[in-house]
């Protein structure tokens, strides 16, 4: 357990809120290894506290996404080891690039990670860099706003020298930077999953009795670079919505109507050949428990 010095810590509070969770951060990354197992430790490093929330730097987005299921327990040993009046972390979340970079200079070992080939602190602007910035801002008539934007611009194109040293690469749809183990920056991505989801719910509205690996299969043929997206559990939720959005066209047919059997065949995974009145029949009355769509929906009996 790591040795706190209460007396140290009183006086670094006496300055303020936001110097002493300064410290604390520091403290952190210090202790790191000796809070958090080493599993977590090799994963995840912290970058910085703000207002209770600890921000922290990921060795991958699936490393992210995972943070949830053991955030709860980093949380706990951190409060656990520094006991306060209130909590000290409340939650946990991903750092954004500016506060990597932030960082960098004031503590590189947060910023800088094992993984980073060239610290921030080794990024510096050419002339002709630091002139083009310059340019950008050279008609903007009030001096204090174009030093702010200024500095914002250097501060940018700093952040994108930084990224490119380390292994960072153009998004594969337009000229966003992204990290190496991405293809797409996150506008992209959200806009490649909404045409790959379009693409499942063509796919399974044409064969709706495929199997996922069957449907994976055809979609990889038509999207060949979304391996890395097309995930078992994507492709039962495009299912499911065309399953609903089917449900939701029908109000009064009969069992025979092309809306039924397709809903049919996409709920059950049989092809027509396999379909018969009494599995149309079972099919809807277990759907009309689950989708509200349905409980309008009638067949005419004769």
Known sequence: MIEIDRVLHENIRDFGKAAY???????LIQHWHELVDESIAAQIKPVTLERGILFVYAKSSAVGDQLKFFAEEI???????????????????????????????????????????????????TDEEIKRCEERTARLSNETLRQKILAGLLSQARLQKFRLANGWHKCAKCDALCPPEKMFCDVCRVKEREAMNKELAKIFYDAP??????????????????RGECFPEVIESAR???????????????????????????EQRLTPDKLTPAIIRRTLNELQFNLPDLARFTLNKK
């Not at 969770?21 to 403290?27: D, H, N, T």
């Not at 690996?213 to 038509?222: D, H, S, T």
């Open 21 to 27: 969770e300064k410290f604390i951060c520091s403290e």
């Open 75 to 125: 949380i706990d040993a951190i409060n656990e080891a520094f006991r306060q009046e209130k909590l000290l972390v409340k939650d946990i979340k991903i750092a954004k690039g500016f506060q990597i970079v932030a960082e960098a200079k004031k503590n590189p070992p947060a910023a800088q990670v094992d993984e980073f080939k060239v610290p921030m602190d080794k990024i510096t602007l």
């Open 209 to 226: 009795w495929l199997k996922i690996w069957e449907a994976q299969k055809i979609l990889l043929e038509r999207m060949p670079h979304m």
């Open 240 to 266: 499911t919505s065309l399953i609903q959005k089917v449900a939701g066209s029908i109000r009064f047919a009969d069992e025979k109507s092309p809306a039924v059997l397709k809903l049919v065949m996409l």
